[in-house]
Nanobody, 126 residues
Framework: QVQLVESGGGLVQAGDSLRLSCAAS????????AGWFRQAPGKEREFVAA????????YYADSIKGRFTISRDNAKNTVYLQMNSLKPEDTAVYYC???????????????????WGQGTQVTVSS
């Protein structure tokens, strides 16, 4: 069993940056891929970014490429999402995810996610 706890959300203005963190406990990320999804009000949960914990390979949604960066800290068993040049349309609850599949598989099929965090709110004002 893996427990995922997100932090770092908040209210920012358009153009600002935020860094989200997701700490895993119970088991390490070492055999998983880790990623981020988001869900805006009235919309479906959508993929944002993921990485393969073993080799660090990454996979991103087209909508955030060039603005968001996913990274990891092995010693802290934590995955991060650095979000730059934030836009009002980035407003959503952001969820950390872990799965036994690859990062690309996670990006293409939400059903590959085995564990979810509780979510952290990101609000970007215009």
């Amino acid at each position: 069993q893996v427990q995922l706890v997100e932090s770092g959300g908040g209210l920012v203005q358009a153009g600002d940056s935020l860094r989200l963190s997701c700490a895993a406990s119970g088991r390490t990320f070492s055999t998983f891929s880790a990623g981020w999804f988001r869900q805006a009000p009235g919309k479906e949960r959508e993929f944002v970014a993921a990485l393969n914990w073993r080799d660090g390979g990454t996979y991103y949604a087209d909508s955030i490429k060039g603005r968001f960066t996913i990274s990891r800290d092995n010693a802290k068993n934590t995955v991060y999402l650095q979000m730059n040049s934030l836009k009002p349309e980035d407003t959503a609850v952001y969820y950390c995810a872990a799965g036994r599949s690859t990062a690309q598989a996670m990006g293409n099929n939400r059903k590959t996610v085995d564990y979810w965090g509780q979510g952290t709110q990101v609000t970007v004002s215009s």
